[in-house]
């Protein structure tokens, strides 16, 4: 009968490629990260290559870093983050701390940067005494400032205050005649509803904030919000005030509005707050920098 030579029937699969190896057609080797074909048997060293006499090319390797075959050449450091640009994979560094990612300018590439220093935390207290100073905290870094008061009750009924300090880090209170504010009150206990204004002239030795909550109450408590304008220039200080709280009897809601003015020439640097009478139990004040 006669024999029939089929060939190879599928690729065989020889490895590396081997100069001193004897080759048949459709032997397939890689070589370079390449995977060559053979079609004309040989066996003496045929180099592989693309469109030979001997080999053709089945796959190809793409540039390391280009096209996924392998990032880690690309990606040198722990935290590093892989994007594409025109041409192809590249390496963003990662940022350093508390740095947020964001798009460039141009919006053409990722980029790390800081968080937006427009509205920024500067200082945060707990108030559990007489009174708590913050000093330095009003610079010219910043135009406005807002401080939050949050949560403060006292052992005394009493008025919340407070005072200017300058001096920079070794403060001292301003305690001159020099605030003049003006406010008005509205109260309620449900049955009863009563309501005042009231300015207080340049006798006044502090600012005002209005009443403290009821005495040695939690839940009955003073929270306010204090907008301060430019407090670091050489000129008067100004500020407004929004505060909710309970009166002494615990039956009163009050809502209070006022604003004042202080007619000094020193820069501002930070804030006292004053319990009119006996201590605050607890409480929190924050401040922060507007732009």
């Not at 963003?92 to 800081?114: F, H, R």
């Not at 839940?219 to 304008?229: G, L, P, Q, R, S």
């Not at 009897?249 to 003015?261: D, E, R, T």
Request: one cysteine or more; proline letters at 1%.
């Amino acid at each position: 009968m006669a024999t029939i030579n089929l060939g190879a029937i599928k690729f065989n699969w020889k490895g590396a490629y081997n100069s001193s190896t004897s080759y048949a057609v459709d032997d397939v080797v890689s070589s370079g990260g390449n995977s060559y074909v053979c079609i004309q048997a040989h066996s003496t060293a045929q180099a592989v290559g693309n469109a030979t006499a001997y080999w053709n090319i089945m796959s190809s390797a793409g540039t390391n870093g280009t096209n996924g075959t392998d990032v880690g050449t690309t990606l040198t450091t722990q935290g590093d983050i892989l994007y594409r640009d025109g041409s192809g994979l590249q390496r963003l560094p990662k940022g350093t701390a508390n740095q947020v990612l964001k798009m460039n300018s141009g919006a053409t590439a990722p980029e790390y940067g800081d968080l937006s220093s427009d509205f920024v935390l500067l200082s945060t207290s707990t108030i559990n005494a007489s009174a708590v100073a913050v000093d330095n905290v009003f610079t010219n870094d910043y135009k406005f400032y807002q401080i939050k008061i949050e949560g403060l009750y006292g052992n005394t009924d009493g008025e919340v205050q407070f005072n200017w300090r300058y001096g920079g880090a070794s403060g001292n209170s301003s305690t001159s005649s020099t605030y003049r504010h003006f406010y008005n009150r509205a109260e309620t206990n449900g049955s009863q509803t009563s309501h005042d204004a009231t300015l207080l002239g340049w006798n006044n030795n502090h600012g005002k904030l209005f009443q403290n909550m009821e005495s040695g109450d939690s839940t009955k408590n003073y929270n306010a919000t204090i907008d301060v304008y430019n407090p670091f220039k050489n000129s008067w200080t100004y500020w407004n005030c929004r505060a909710l709280s309970f009166d002494n009897s615990g039956a009163w809601l009050i809502n209070y509005s006022g604003g004042g003015v202080q007619a000094d020439s020193t820069s501002i640097t930070g804030i006292r707050i004053n319990a009119g009478a006996g201590d605050f139990s607890s409480g929190t004040m924050k401040i922060y920098g507007l732009k």
